[in-house]
């Protein structure tokens, strides 16, 4: 059974750092993507960053230079940095993992950041 991992989530004020960390077991293949979502209250789940097998990478255009989405096949984990944070990118983490044409989430983990 494939399971995908969060952790690193937590409250922090403006302009400080995270890293999130998703971690996938149950599972011996690579995944083809790996990516962050995120959702905020009220809202829908928008992409953050997605990163391939081969490490290409796509943002939001709202977290480009700020947020730097990184993964390690041979742990099956994805990280993603989150620098010079902002109260707007508080919202609940979730790691999502792409295995041919079947998709797998995590649970999630909460971002709050204070103004």
């Known amino acids: 059974q494939v399971q995908l991992v969060e952790s690193g989530g937590g409250l922090v004020q403006a302009g400080e750092s995270l890293r999130l960390s998703c971690v996938v077991s149950?599972?011996?293949?690579?995944?083809?993507?790996m990516g962050w979502y995120r959702q905020a209250p009220g809202k829908q789940r928008e992409l953050v960053a997605t990163?391939?097998?081969?490490?290409?990478?796509n943002y939001a255009d709202s977290v480009k230079g700020r947020f730097t989405i990184v993964r390690d096949n041979s742990k099956k984990a994805a990280y993603l940095q989150m620098n010079s944070l902002k109260p707007e990118d508080t919202a609940v983490y979730y790691c999502?993992?792409?295995?041919?044409?079947?998709?797998?989430w995590g649970q999630g983990t909460q971002v709050a950041v204070s103004s």
């Open positions: 990163i391939t097998s081969g490490g290409s990478t």
């Open positions: 149950g599972s011996i293949f690579t995944f083809n993507a």
């Open positions: 999502k993992a792409d295995l041919r044409a079947v998709s797998f």
